[in-house]
């Protein structure tokens, strides 16, 4: 969710991942398997909030202080193969 600090679950059947993210997409807070008709903590220093699939942090071992570059899925998969192509942070839609 961009611009957002916090975010809730009301309606939401599922539980998620959070990852909150300052305006240079480091990682600043994290909540695994934020439960469902919840909402979460605000955090002022937040820009974003990612929400993920659960366990999404722990199998990513996604720490704070770690920071995230958002790339196309095409970008992702020619970086992963060796490419050159460079991912533009902040770039979400």
Do not use: W
Request: hydrophobic share 40%; glycine share 6%; charged share 20%.
């Amino acid at each position: 969710m961009v611009p957002s600090s916090g975010v809730h679950t009301l309606g939401v059947l599922f539980p998620v991942d959070l990852i909150y993210l300052d305006e240079d997409l480091r990682v600043v807070h994290v909540v695994e398997h934020f439960p469902t008709f919840r909402i979460a903590p605000l955090k002022t220093q937040a820009a974003s909030v990612l929400e993920l699939p659960p366990h999404t942090i722990y199998s990513s071992q996604t720490q704070l202080g770690d920071q995230l570059e958002i790339c196309k899925p095409e970008e992702m998969e020619n970086r992963l193969r060796g490419g050159s192509t460079t991912c533009l942070a902040g770039a979400m839609e």
